[in-house]
């Protein structure tokens, strides 16, 4: 990772991050049943969680297919976010999972337009 660029580096960073953050999120969210544990934000986690996962590795390995992932990376995490947000605004797991979310989206953007 040490000749990556600084905006690939934050993207793989965030993307890490993310898939973290979403992971706890997920648990936190079966735990706490209700909205919380609805099957379409359930979904939403874990494909953002994979789509995370998935692009930090491509980018590491600077996958010829990097420009597509952080393109539909972007797309998910920004769903994420709101479905966090939509399902409880004033849980701070879910704040915290919308942020990281929001800003792995942003550095995925930054990448994108830097490419």
């Known amino acids: 990772m040490n000749e990556k660029d600084p905006k690939t580096k934050k993207c793989i960073e965030d993307a890490g991050k993310c898939y973290e953050i979403c ?5 936190h969210c079966t735990e706490m049943g209700g909205p919380h544990a609805m099957p379409k934000h359930l979904n939403t986690l874990k494909d953002c969680m994979e789509i995370c996962k998935i692009t930090q590795d491509f980018t590491l390995r600077d996958s010829e ?15 994420c976010a709101q479905s966090c947000e939509e ?3 004033n849980d701070e797991q879910m ?12 550095s995925c953007k930054e990448m994108l337009m830097s490419a």
Request: aromatic residues 2%; glycine residues 0%; positive net charge.
């Open 23 to 27: 992971a706890a999120t997920f648990k």
């Open 65 to 79: 297919h990097v420009k597509c992932l952080c393109d539909e990376c972007e797309k998910i995490c920004e769903l």
């Open 87 to 89: 399902t409880d605004p």
């Open 95 to 106: 704040k915290k999972c919308a942020k990281a979310c929001r800003d792995c989206a942003a």
